[in-house]
């Protein structure tokens, strides 16, 4: 399975960006898929996150801000961002497991248990 992040660039703060991640593997049947950020100098981030789906889980950072969904007919995983804050400012990128872990665990798994990344998208956002 391959994951292609799209939809980064640079914004002023308080815009707003569509992140996509088209996956080469059947969405609907994913067990976790997220979105993950990394600035620079910092250790990298989960943002949001969506178990099978159905539920989703959001850093506190982000919550109100941002939407995870994801298009089952497309196999694509999108991000939301509204309200962008220079604080925002990192690589982005998704993930994917479709390995089963548990109910409720999306989202507090550790990075490593995803099995499959995307390159990421820059998203810089200006003061």
């Known amino acids: 399975v391959q994951l292609v992040e799209s939809g980064g660039g640079s914004v002023q703060s308080g815009g707003s960006l569509r992140l996509s991640c088209a996956a080469s593997?059947?969405?609907?049947?994913?067990?976790?898929m997220g979105w993950f950020r990394q600035a620079p100098g910092k250790e990298r981030e989960g943002v949001a996150f969506?178990?099978?789906?159905?539920?989703?889980r959001y850093a506190d950072s982000v919550k109100g801000r941002f939407t995870i969904s994801q298009d089952n007919a497309k196999n694509t995983l999108y991000l939301q961002m509204n309200g962008l804050k220079p604080e925002d400012t990192a690589m982005y990128y998704c993930?994917?497991?479709?390995?089963?872990?548990?109910?409720?665990?999306?989202?507090?798994?550790?990075?490593?248990?995803?099995?499959?990344w995307g390159q990421g998208t820059q998203v810089t956002v200006s003061s």
């Open positions: 593997g059947p969405t609907y049947s994913a067990y976790c």
């Open positions: 993930a994917a497991t479709w390995r089963y872990l548990g109910p409720g665990r999306c989202g507090s798994i550790n990075a490593g248990s995803f099995g499959y």
């Open positions: 969506v178990e099978s789906d159905v539920s989703t």
